[in-house]
């Protein structure tokens, strides 16, 4: 099929919230910030379209920092978040504030704080300096048809010569076979038992992959 990739502009961000909230669902009903701030995913998903709106500077969450291929008809059929990890606060930590600043109504902080805690201990930092690639969705219809591969492809060519990291669940054998071909090896593994009994996420096994580019 014929189809396109340019950078996400603002009319895309439903589409990129959507790309948030399968991804972090991983075709299961787990959403980790849903457990963990106790909000529906309708909420969630306010929440994270209030950050792209908004521009908090959150890099995941920040449409300039997406690529999206599109079909003739501009559609948008698949979609990719990448940023260069910077020093001082993680990426993921500015995730977690924002949406604790947002729900703080609605949190029990001693739960909180177990919870995170024990998430905390399946998270793998990400490393400064290395591009993150995050996010990564394909809507349905058009999954099977090497969309995502020709993406990721196209952040090769935007960043030549850096290094790439992307973390995955274990159970996501599909998108680790991908990256593979892609060039990505594993780096990192790690496993704690009751992530998913707790809802936290989809699986207890997250596995960080590398790939050093042309560096």
């Known amino acids: 099929m014929n189809f396109f990739i340019r950078k996400a502009e603002s009319s895309d961000i439903p589409f990129l919230v959507k790309a948030v909230i399968h991804a972090e669902k991983l075709h299961t009903d787990i959403i980790s910030y849903c457990t963990l701030f106790s909000i529906s995913e309708a909420e969630f998903a306010d929440q994270v379209q209030l950050a792209f709106d908004e521009e ?28 260069k990890e910077a020093d001082g606060r993680g990426s993921e930590s500015q995730k977690f504030q924002f949406l604790s600043v947002v729900n703080k109504s609605k949190v029990n902080e001693n739960q909180l704080k177990a919870q995170f805690e024990l998430l905390q201990q399946l998270g793998i930092p990400r490393t400064v300096g290395f591009i993150q690639l995050d996010f990564l969705f ?52 790690r496993e704690v038992d009751g992530i998913k009994v707790k809802r936290l996420l989809a699986d207890d096994v997250k596995i960080n992959m590398i790939n050093h580019g042309k560096s």
Do not use: C
């Not at 300039?64 to 698949?78: F, G, I, R």
């Not at 349905?140 to 973390?167: A, H, V």
């Open 56 to 83: 908090m500077g959150i890099p995941a969450w920040d449409f300039q920092n997406w690529s999206v291929a599109m079909s003739e008809s501009n559609t948008p059929l698949a979609a990719i978040a990448h940023w």
């Open 138 to 189: 394909t809507d349905i219809q058009w999954r099977g048809k090497g969309i995502m591969s020709k993406l990721i492809q196209n952040i090769f060519k935007i960043f030549p010569n850096e290094t790439f990291q992307i973390q995955v669940l274990g159970v996501n054998k599909n998108a680790i076979q991908l990256y593979k071909k892609l060039g990505f090896k594993e780096n990192e593994r």
